[in-house]
């Protein structure tokens, strides 16, 4: 016999519930046990030690079950003293039939919490061939058929005490093999897999409702049905991505906020892609019929008086108040573009700054619900992204709640070639996070599903995922023909009976609806449909969710050329003192890094003397004042505590115990939240979330950092797709600040370029700024503007990398106080030297970012006099009329634009159009500028030291010699 086989003979029926009673004494106390004990429990392998656990009984067996409600003082006496039937003692081979018997019903009990859901009837087509895993046979385990009806001691596993293997089975199939499959022993945490063990099997994963609970699921797949049929009939072949197939979605999210709310919630926000949109819009959302039908006939969903491209129907979001037994929940859903996925970070990002706003620490009012399809939620990357970043400090958000509308299929392809594994859920995996696959087909068990993972959810703060497997009853689109690819799917399809008629059907037979009550409950609906078509014909949209809540007091701008837009940006000599005290000490028992002690010195100095302010001490000051005028300040990004180029440190760590210390946090007790929070290596989901962020706490300055600029390539979904055209598509204003490290130093193709082109070239309609700032006091006030202006617009800078400590990039306290303000074109500082006469300027150079320096010290270098330079710190909005006040004096000049960047990149083919129409404006000779730069290339810089200094070398030169 192996030692497993001898450690276990210990649990044959005369004496297991004694040894499991020590078994979980040792567990609370190892000291408690006979030293004997101690050591044989001390000696058991993962295996045995899981077949002890097992044996400890379920929370939920009934009392008369439990060990716990039994004394065990010492060895039971198994004497029978009244009975005269003397006892046979069990044989050997007894005993270790029993011993066998228990530990192999208990590891196909095991087996079928794992792989059970490889049994369950999942699809309602029935297109699926199940495969028997050999591990769900109790062959496997060595039982025969003539093994089925004998007694085995389980000792509380599934609720009983002892079972037949009959029995055993039974229940197994019950729990896991239904219309419901559960995946849950990957989790790593042992609470929370006993939670879900004992939540399904208690019940045998079944929820009895009320009749109420029924008739108000039947209006729910009612209302979706009948909303899906009437589009279908009103606007035949138009694209609407119904639920189809898939209404019991419905229900399901009503049981979320239903439950959610007896458990504490009062906010949900909804991130979806376009199936079943419109759906949830109408039946979720409680957006008005007539609105929808209105947007069918092509009417805008912008109010006359709110200007935008606005989007198509099934990209919209709305919110509302939504009452269930008396507790008001708030539905917002985030509009989305077709990307798929593409809004999940966007939604979690909302959910973060309403849990701010709400003070909502435990995560339990506010929560995000996300919808996916089955193919983009095995397929697209940022779903991976988002899940890594949900139990991180500064992303989390209590969990997610995720719907897979499993349509079994996507677009066209087949999930065999759409997936390497089973299900799409699996890369949900990686979190540990329950699985609960559902025929959606069932709306009760979808239903049931609902309630568990909303309780779970509530409870452990954790993601879950309802995987509700379904059909989608037209093409992708309801113009395609999807027979063309599944022929035999669709055949199915077409005989398929839709959910509402079988359940009305079910409860026909069980006597809780008549068929006349569920007919009455369709006309009911059929009749609120026909009444809001005919009053879409004179629907209007208004703008009540238009810069309402905590938006109010925003307004639209107006145009640059009619008001600067410059805000109230400098600080108090107040402010100024307090920042100073603030950002050069550190705790008298706090063990500084001693190069950061001199950086610290080198900024009191700096304070005191007014001069030198540099990059990062500049930042800091914006960020501070702001704090300090209560708008908190959210900076995220990879390594940005320190900064990249070790710029930044608003983080310290005691160089002892490395016990945070951040500066910004001890300005005052009044101050608004100071936060910095090093991201994971993601540009996609961290940006999305900000981005997020920012759509939902407009007083807030919220920052993306990238780690090197032109690792924002990662995340351009996020900027075309939200950032850069959000407001327009959506009337979603945000106040987001990328910061993008810029600037060409030597350091190649992948470290030169944040593709400031990329930003211009979508630059249209008022729908962001770009800016490439050469000062730290013009950086200190373009922050500081984002917040103290009456409106919210992204704010794109290119960032430095060399000037961080470049000795000519420095700025003085009288940058800062008094009337200072942010410059859209900055000034020559040399211009007091240069030629007395403007007509004796002969050349202008424009330009922007950290070639002025470059052509600054080389013009001084030549003594030159008749060259001026003039700096566009903000490129969008592009300053026209700054500009032509700048270059009016200088009518005898030619005029150059110079850059780094190669020639199809940069900002060239953004400003020339730009800068000829004022010199055709000032009706100035030179008629169009210049251009001096790198020339056309594919790679943004070269790789080579040496090649880029002769580059830089040849394009300064050409800019100064007129």
């Not at 108090?572 to 100073?580: E, S, V």
């Not at 603030?582 to 890094?593: E, I, Q, R, S």
């Not at 540099?614 to 004042?625: C, F, I, L, V």
């Not at 710029?647 to 490395?658: G, M, W």
Request: net charge negative; hydrophobic share 35%.
């Amino acid at each position: 016999m192996s030692n497993t086989a001898e450690n276990l003979s210990v649990l044959s029926s005369p004496n297991a519930e004694y040894v499991i009673h020590l078994y979980a004494k040792y567990l609370k106390n190892p000291t408690s046990v006979d030293g004997s004990w101690k050591d044989f429990f001390t000696a058991l392998n993962d295996n045995e030690k899981a077949i002890f656990d097992e044996l400890t009984g379920a929370s939920w067996t009934p009392a008369s079950n439990t060990k716990q409600s039994r004394h065990f003082g010492a060895v039971p006496d198994l004497s029978d003293t009244t009975s005269t039937t003397p006892k046979t003692a069990p044989t050997s081979a007894d005993v270790k039939q029993s011993t066998l018997d228990s530990v192999r019903a208990l590891m196909l009990i095991r087996a079928y919490r794992m792989r059970g859901h490889l049994l369950a009837t999942l699809d309602p087509l029935d297109l699926v061939e199940k495969e028997v895993h050999p591990e769900l046979d109790p062959a496997h385990y060595g039982f025969k058929e003539s093994d089925l009806h004998r007694p085995i001691f389980i000792d509380g596993v599934l609720g009983m005490e002892t079972a037949t293997l009959s029995e055993i089975l039974t229940a197994l199939k019950e729990i896991y093999c239904q219309h419901i499959g559960v995946e849950f022993l990957h989790m790593s945490d042992p609470e929370e897999k006993a939670w879900i063990q004992e939540r399904i099997e208690a019940p045998r994963n079944h929820t009895d409702f009320t009749p109420q609970g029924k008739k108000a699921i039947l209006e729910r797949l009612t209302d979706a049905e009948q909303f899906e049929k009437f589009l279908h009939t009103k606007y035949v072949g138009t694209k609407r991505f119904g639920l189809d197939g898939g209404e019991a979605l419905i229900p399901a999210m009503e049981q979320i906020i239903k439950r959610g709310a007896q458990l504490g919630l009062k906010e949900a926000v909804i991130g979806m892609a376009h199936r079943g949109r419109l759906n949830v819009l109408a039946n979720f959302m409680g957006k008005p019929f007539s609105a929808i039908f209105a947007e069918f006939q092509g009417k805008s969903s912008q109010p006359e008086n709110v200007q935008g491209s606005g989007d198509v129907k099934y990209h919209l979001g709305t919110s509302s108040d939504r009452e269930f037994d008396g507790n008001v929940v708030h539905l917002s859903l985030t509009a989305n573009p077709s990307h798929l996925e593409a809004v999940n970070p966007v939604t979690i990002g909302k959910v973060r700054a309403k849990q701010v706003q709400r003070n909502d620490y435990e995560s339990i009012q506010v929560m995000p619900i996300l919808l996916h399809g089955d193919a983009a939620f095995a397929g697209q990357g940022l779903v991976a992204e988002t899940l890594m970043i949900s139990e991180l400090p500064g992303y989390r958000v209590g969990g997610t709640i995720h719907i897979v509308i499993n349509n079994q299929i996507g677009f066209t392809t087949r999930p065999q070639y759409g997936r390497s594994g089973p299900y799409p859920t699996d890369v949900v995996k990686m979190l540990s996070a329950p699985i609960f696959h559902v025929n959606g087909d069932d709306a009760e068990a979808v239903v049931h599903v609902a309630r568990i993972a909303t309780e779970f959810r509530q409870k452990f703060k954790k993601d879950v995922v309802i995987d509700m497997v379904c059909y989608r009853r037209y093409g992708h689109n309801e113009g395609d023909e999807p027979s063309f690819t599944q022929p035999l799917m669709y055949k199915q399809i077409k005989d398929q009976t839709p959910v509402r008629e079988k359940y009305a059907a079910q409860l026909a037979a069980e006597g809780q609806v008549s068929e006349e009550e569920a007919q009455k409950i369709v006309d009911e609906t059929v009749t609120e449909l026909e009444q809001a078509f005919e009053a879409a014909e004179n629907y209007k949209p208004n703008s009540s969710e238009f810069l309402q809540g905590v938006w109010t007091g925003i307004e639209q701008p107006l145009a640059e050329d009619v008001d600067p837009r410059r805000g109230k940006t400098s600080i108090t000599d107040k402010t100024y003192k307090r920042l100073g005290e603030v950002l050069t000490v550190t705790p008298k028992d706090f063990d500084v890094n001693s190069k950061i002690a001199r950086q610290l010195d080198a900024k009191a100095d700096m304070f005191k003397s007014g001069e030198g302010f540099d990059w990062g001490t500049a930042e800091a000051m914006a960020y501070g004042s702001l704090c300090l005028e209560g708008y908190s300040v959210r900076l995220s990004g990879q390594d940005c505590g320190r900064g990249t180029f070790s710029q930044r440190h608003a983080v310290l760590y005691d160089q002892s115990t490395e016990e945070k210390y951040l500066p910004l946090t001890h300005l005052s007790d009044e101050q608004a939240k100071f936060e910095v929070h090093d991201s994971p290596l993601s540009e996609a989901a961290v940006l999305g979330f900000e981005y997020g962020f920012s759509l939902a706490e407009p007083k807030a300055l919220v920052l993306w950092e990238a780690q090197f600029g032109d690792f924002v390539n990662g995340a351009q979904v996020i900027i075309d797709q939200f950032i850069s055209s959000g407001e327009s598509k959506w009337l979603r204003m945000s106040g987001l600040v990328m910061l993008l490290p810029h600037g060409f130093e030597g350091q190649g193709p992948e470290h030169s370029s944040a593709r400031m082109e990329r930003f211009l070239q979508n630059a249209a309609e008022d729908n962001w700024q770009v800016a490439n700032c050469t000062t730290p006091a013009n950086y200190f006030h373009i922050l500081r503007r984002q917040m103290h202006r009456n409106f919210r617009k992204p704010l794109i800078i290119m960032t430095p990398k060399s000037l961080l400590r470049h000795k000519l990039a420095v700025s003085t306290k009288d940058m800062f106080v008094g009337d200072s303000t942010f410059h859209r074109v900055l000034w020559d500082d040399d211009q007091k030297d240069l030629a007395k006469k403007p007509k004796d300027i002969k050349r202008v150079i424009l330009c922007t970012g950290k070639v002025y320096y470059d052509l600054l010290q080389e013009r001084r270098e030549r003594k030159l006099k008749n060259v001026l330079i003039l700096r566009l710190e903000q490129l969008y909005p592009f300053p026209h009329q700054a500009l032509i006040d700048e270059l009016k004096p200088f009518v005898n000049a030619d005029i150059v634009w110079c850059q780094e960047e190669p020639e199809n990149m940069g900002s060239w083919f953004f400003v020339d159009r730009r800068i000829e129409k004022v010199l055709t404006e000032l009706k100035h000779k030179a008629g169009r500028p210049k251009y001096v730069g790198r020339k056309e290339a594919a790679s943004p810089a070269t790789g080579f030291l040496k090649v880029h200094n002769a580059e830089q070398a040849k394009l300064v030169d050409e800019a100064l010699s007129t």
